[in-house]
T-cell receptor
Framework: GESVGLHLPTLSVQEGDNSIINCAYSNSASDYFIWYKQESGKGPQFIIDIRSNMDKRQGQRVTVLLNKTVKHLSLQIAATQPGDSAVYFCADANNAGNMLTFGGGTRLMVKP | NAGVMQNPRHLVRRRGQEARLRCSPMKGHSHVYWYRQLPEEGLKFMVYLQKENIIDESGMPKERFSAEFPKEGPSILRIQQVVRGDSAAYFC???????????????FGSGTQLSVL
């Protein structure tokens, strides 16, 4: 089965609000995590990554939080914009680091 | 600095034909990954290659599918005798190979949409 999964398949937020997308992983040995954004008809776009020796990492308008105790990952998007509408995937690297394992995705819909 | 280039963008094949999907990694990247995606689903790992070597093909079907990454030229994902169930988006990703495989982060191309009639 998948080592990474998501709680909500669809998230609808108002423009300007903050968005939080959650992800659970099952492999306690996973030590590298990435969030991707995928727009319709396009390939996944790297957003932000985090290694297991950190619990928080910030980028431009995005923050990733990692809770290793409960094996939970979240992506926070500040001041969500219409251009943020997409499907968001979390992924983790397996023990050998040979691949990323993707979750099923959360669709973010931003209402104007 | 061009990103990961995949071609063709769309490929239509009839059942029984062969499909060849090409991927040129980002400049300076020596590791290539192929993933497959069905509509409304996540990406499924197929194969991980370095130049002239298959490192991990645990996600590749045992029959009809093959991949290569020659010393010169793009990586090729080849599907022989295609069936309708092969219809999907196939994404290639590359990484610089500075650390172990995917831990450098994967950068994806725009994909090839394969449609089997």
């Amino acid at each position: 089965g998948e080592s990474v999964g998501l709680h909500l398949p669809t998230l609808s937020v108002q423009e300007g609000d903050n968005s939080i997308i959650n992800c659970a992983y099952s492999n306690s040995a996973s030590d590298y995590f990435i969030w991707y954004k995928q727009e319709s008809g396009k390939g996944p776009q790297f957003i932000i990554d985090i290694r297991s020796n950190m619990d928080k990492r910030q980028g431009q308008r995005v923050t990733v939080l990692l809770n290793k105790t409960v094996k939970h990952l979240s992506l926070q998007i500040a001041a969500t914009q219409p251009g943020d509408s997409a499907v968001y995937f979390c992924a983790d690297a397996n023990n050998a680091g040979n691949m990323l394992t993707f979750g099923g995705g959360t669709r973010l819909m931003v209402k104007p | 600095n061009a990103g990961v280039m995949q071609n063709p963008r769309h490929l239509v094949r009839r059942r029984g034909q062969e499909a060849r999907l090409r991927c040129s990694p980002m400049k300076g990247h020596s590791h290539v990954y192929w993933y497959r995606q069905l509509p409304e689903e996540g990406l499924k790992f197929m194969v991980y290659l370095q130049k002239e070597n298959i490192i991990d093909e645990s996600g590749m079907p045992k029959e009809r599918f093959s991949a290569e990454f020659p010393k010169e030229g793009p990586s090729i994902l080849r599907i022989q005798q295609v069936v309708r169930g092969d219809s999907a988006a196939y994404f290639c990703a590359s990484s610089p190979g500075l650390t172990t495989g995917a831990r450098d982060g994967l950068f994806f191309g725009s994909g090839t949409q394969l449609s089997v009639l």
